[in-house]
């Protein structure tokens, strides 16, 4: 993997990137649910993990266990990241519901309001991985949570201190977004100060699902791009090459 | 009298006027909430009443919290009265004595505090992330109710609160700086936050305030201690470096051989509100460059003195004369006070010839009272104690 460029491990989609994801960028994972942008945000996390780049998971809708569960079973080597101390957890969903276990990996918020909290766990959570490794990769899931627990201007703000340090800290951030939830507004304003978006939509007439990329820098097309779901991961069929064949 | 039991900065303060609000101004990588759980609970503990409102989490996490840091409100839960901001937002229920029903509604707030302030007939007001009220209501109706919020405040006979530095508007920022006294804390930051400090800004009832950055480290057990990141030891081979490490410290490596120190000593303190890290160095004289380079960024230094080995006084200056270069605090122990045949200290300074300032105490390294008397006597050096505040 190069210095400049996280690769996807979606082939199709590291080709659109030129490569990949730019290292040190802050960008937002959009669409609504089950239609690939949870494959994405688990395939990339697990590809940075195997080129041996520390990823910061915050959880807000699922327990941590149950993510550990998921990417384990996408990648039989998963437990030997952690152990490596490439994994840190930061569980904001367990304590509200009241299920805590004590995990070494693992700082939990209680509550998803306390942005001041998920700042300070994250803090020492890079603290941690940042000792042995010049970039880190950030995956907060979701910011829909945090909004619709508190509003967007303050979920905003917070995005704003979180994405400037993350830079200073050499991190790459993931934000992830639901489509369908918030306003256009409010999809705008977040959307606005990422460095690049990955949308994902459905076609439900012609049953057909497309993607595209904004920002990111230099891309191979900015238009929307046909992908299908194949077991578990995301194939891009969509041809975007025939385009630059004038 | 009201202080916010938080060592230095009630050196700074001096006894808060009554009605007074002290805000700790926070920037969101740091903790400024602790500052306000410590003067809380030790008012509360000195027999005080006081009401605490909970924003952005329920009572009884709060409650943990300061059990976490070895307060336990519980024991004095006679005399604290809650406010629940938290639990009618996500539908819980609560029993708090005063529950705000809807927690945006600033105006509800205002009415639950003034009653709830009413019951304990002022007493100490706690509102840890008071920021959090602007997320609730929206950063224009947090404004155009301040003035009313700390008008309330007044009753109280102190407000301790805590505000989170969001990017907010600069005007809003400047409308809630407007307080009787104001406390930055900040992070230093490189890549991530690795240090704290604190520095009174403003405090209406003080005519100058000294211009002090104060480092500062969160300990569970324990709340906010002053922290001094680096003390060291030096002293010729064999004159109690190690033992005096080991006697202070609440934990302490070696790097030894043979009984020798061969690399490096380190040790840490807790001890009266301050929390320091301690390193020796090693005696031989090989190691001087090491001696160096571990003066840097330190902020004290001990010379130890092995008072039974007069042929070793010319070394332990030599030492002292390498850090004294830097101008830091440095303070002599005459150690092995109780072997026989120990020089008394006034005497070796004399021998020594060492200028008059510089301080000289006796010392027994494997006796902890001693040992903490040296290290109170730096600590008061480093912090700029003059004797007629002690
Ligand atoms: N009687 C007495 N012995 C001491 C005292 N301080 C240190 N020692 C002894 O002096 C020897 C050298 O102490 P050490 O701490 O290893 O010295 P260092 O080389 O400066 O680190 C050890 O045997 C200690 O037990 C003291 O205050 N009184
Ligand atoms: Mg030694």
Redesign the pocket.
Known sequence: MSDRKLVTGIEGLDTLLLGGVPARSAFLVYGPPFIGKEQFVKNFSVECLRHGIPTIFITTDAPFTQLRDELTSLDSKYQSYETNGLVRYIDVYSMSIGVTEKDKYTEYVPSPMDLAAINLALNKAQQMVMGKHMHHLIVLDSLTTLITNTNAPTVFRFVQIMKGRAKSAGATTMFVMGAGVHSESEVQLFKGIMDGVIEFKEETRESKLYLRLQGFGETKSRNWIEYRLEKGTIDVTGAFEIGRIR | MVNTNIVVLDEVLGSIPGGSTVLFLTEPTVEGDPFVYQAFYENIAAGKEGVIVALSKPPQYLLREFEEYGWSLERYRSRVVFVDCYSMLIGAPSDAEFIVKHPNDIKEIIETLEKALDSVEGGILAIPALSTLVDYCGEQSFVENLEKLKEIFKKATTTFVSFILWPYDEKTIEKIKDVDCLINIKGIEQRVVFGEYFEVAKARWLENIENRSIMFKVIKPGGVRVYIPKIIVT????????????TLSTRAV?V?RL???IAL?HGHVEHAGVSADIF?T??QERFDPLLRTLSLNAIGTIV?V?STRQDTFDRSKAMWQEVWKTGMPVIFLA?????PGALPPEEIKEMMRLPEEIPILP?????RE?VLKAFEALVDLILHRKEEEK
Do not use: L, R, Y
């Open positions: 002293g010729p081979f064999h004159s109690g470096k190690s033992t005096f490490i080991h070696s030894d009984g020798t120190t000593d020796g090693p005696g130890m092995d150690n092995k006070q109780d072997e010392c027994v390294a494997k006796d001693h």
